[in-house]
């Protein structure tokens, strides 16, 4: 679990992260849900973001953490495509809400480098904490290695 300010954070115009637990921040009309097999079992987080947002939600342990963060973004651009606002939450709100917003930053409208993508989040959402994993998964897709055929 993070220490530090897990808040619901706006990293761009448009898309802010937190934690399950959040409510969703208005103008939000769009929610990304990240769901671990702990996460699944906490009836109260999704329950309360349903409603009125177009939901998405991405099983995290159900395919290849690459294939998981493209969809993730692809669901973001889509929304912001439409005029949405995008709150991403995650159990803890520090490893993939996030690592889905440092890569839509980067392969998204923003159009960031990498190290600018890490720095704007890490400067605007200090709790960041992405796995080895998720990290990993995010070089590939940014230099094009990902193999998502899994």
Known sequence: MCIRDRRPHKVCEGVTIGMLSHAVPNPATHVLLCLDDQASQMPTSRESMMGSHVTHTIHLSSCETAVLLREAVDFVCEAKRVGGEVFIACRD?????????????VQGSEQMSLFEAYNSVRWSFMAMRPQAHLMEAIFSLVLGTSDSSH
Do not use: E, Q, T
Not at 93 to 105: D, H
């Open 93 to 105: 709100g520090c490893a993939w809400s996030p690592a889905i917003a440092l890569l839509y930053l």
